[in-house]
């Protein structure tokens, strides 16, 4: 405990009270004597001013000697507990074998969801479905869904930030005994300034549909144009780096480029170095009142193909094959309309939504027998090959009550205009305008399960209508991520 010490303004007290009564009344002297009263009363004065200061001057240093004096005990005390700690952690580390340094907490607790997929399905038996007058991305035809019940498409989602900087994904698609990579990337989350990075395999963010999962979709397939565009999966995904801007307005602006190996149909895997692709991508939105919003496009979509099959009918009812090798360019504008009462869509909203593609591709076509079955490209024959191609489609969905919803969609696709060249002459040119109209209703019991209804008429093949009926459902297990607008 630190010892009390007077100030100097109490030891000037306490000097004044001891001054003697005699001078405060000096008038009771007189002549010489007044004199040497006065000077021996300033004498004692002064005498008395020099003991309290020395008094003081000692009692300040008997001060600085305690606090210097505890504050070496209190670090000695500090020192003796940090020793004694790191005794103990030394103990620890030597009882026990060491342990790997700790991480983020996202290492240990990825985000992980397993959406689960599956669906009975009513259609017609066709042996090989094909959109008529579109080139079939498999070759053969665009890979429609079993007739019955089947497991449909499932995927496993693995997500975490890495660090203050970045943050990844996996995403597996799961199909009886397949499993494919759909998504594996990576993206920046400090660069800042509203430049957003991703690298990897990763959707391409043309278009509105394209970045949607499946299980997002409000319809239990894909538009025709996105099958007819880019295949079975109904999106467009490649191995790439994706840049995105999104402007500091009040209006929604996003501005996007991308760079990418453009192994994915309609290009092909073309071993070489530098990218086989390039997209580019414009994104516009905002809010109209309370109840209103919107989001417009426009994208396109360059890539290259060689060696890219497909089947064909000769002029005498024979299969002959065709390989193509040239440019593909697709352009793409999309607008999304949405309502809610007072922006809040739990109880009820409705979304209206449509896209329109073109297509022209300009290159080589070998007509080829490779089955020897003596069709008219036994010979093989090479000719020049252009096409332009378009198609749309528009669809609007409305959930009258938090679990119920219904929507309609039609999809109408041109197959334009395609020289075949000399191969015209050797080839079955179909010219035809596939169209299929869809009506859907479905359940949520909540965010996470989903049970759908529809029924398609679907006339994307030429001389064939097909009534499709399809009882889906969607179940979402674990964390899962807002979806897009």
């Known amino acids: 405990m630190r010892t009390a010490v ?19 009344s000096p008038a009771h002297a007189a002549g010489p004597a007044k004199d040497t009263d006065l000077a021996q009363i300033r004498a004692q004065l002064q005498q008395m001013k020099d003991a309290y200061e020395q008094r003081i001057a000692a009692l300040e240093q008997r001060l600085a000697q305690a606090e210097s004096t505890a504050g070496q005990a209190a670090r000695s005390a500090e020192a003796s507990a940090t020793q004694a700690q790191v005794a103990v952690q030394e103990a620890s580390l030597r009882a026990a074998p060491p342990a790997a340094p700790a991480g983020p907490a996202s290492g240990f607790n990825p985000e992980v969801s397993l959406i689960l997929q599956g669906q009975y399905k009513s259609m017609k038996d066709v ?112 191995d790439g780096v994706q840049l995105k801007w999104v402007a ?18 309609p290009g092909t895997d073309r071993n070489k170095n530098g990218s086989g692709s390039g997209a580019l991508f414009a994104h516009f939105g905002g809010d109209v009142g309370a109840n209103h919003s919107w989001r417009t496009g426009v994208s396109y979509l360059r890539t290259a193909a060689r060696e890219r099959e497909a089947h064909f009918t000769d002029v005498g009812g024979l299969e002959a094959q065709g390989a193509f ?67 749309w489609y528009l669809q609007g969905v409305f959930q009258f009550t938090p679990n119920w919803r219904a929507g309609a969609r039609y999809d109408r696709l041109d197959s334009g205009r395609r020289d075949f060249g000399v191969n015209a002459a050797n080839l079955v040119v179909d010219s035809y305008r596939p169209s299929r109209a869809t009506l859907m209703a479905d359940y949520s019991w909540s965010e996470f399960s989903r049970l759908r209804l529809q029924f398609a008429r679907d006339r994307s093949m030429q001389g064939i209508t097909d009534n499709q009926v399809t009882l889906q459902y969607i179940m979402s297990l674990g964390a899962h991520g807002a979806h897009k607008f």
């Open 6 to 24: 007077p100030t100097v303004r109490e030891l000037a007290f306490a000097a004044a009270l001891s001054v003697p009564l005699s001078i405060a």
């Open 127 to 238: 042996p090989e479905r094909a959109i008529t007058g579109f080139w079939p991305a498999g070759g053969h035809d665009h890979g429609a869904d079993p007739r019955g019940f089947s497991l449909d498409h499932s995927e496993l989602v693995m997500a975490a930030n890495i660090d203050p900087w970045w943050r990844g994904q996996l995403m597996l698609g799961l199909q009886d005994d397949k499993a494919e990579v759909e998504e594996a990337w990576f993206q920046s989350l400090g660069i800042g300034h509203g430049i957003g990075l991703k690298a990897g395999r990763i959707r391409s963010g043309i278009g509105y549909l394209n970045e949607q999962h499946a299980h997002a979709w409000d319809f239990a397939d894909a538009p025709l144009i996105y099958k007819a565009m880019f295949g079975e999966h109904g999106s467009y995904a490649q």
């Open 248 to 265: 500091p307005t009040e209006t929604f602006v996003e501005l996007g480029a991308e760079l990418g190996r453009g192994a994915a149909f």
């Open 325 to 391: 090798a040239g440019n593909s360019r697709t352009w793409i504008a999309d607008f999304v309309w949405k309502w809610a009462p007072n922006g809040n869509p739990k109880y009820q909203n409705f979304k209206l939504q449509g896209e329109w593609f073109q297509r022209r591709e300009q290159g080589t076509l070998d007509c080829r027998d490779e089955d020897g079955v003596g069709n008219a490209c036994a010979a093989g024959v090479l000719s020049d090959y252009a096409s332009r191609q378009s198609g």
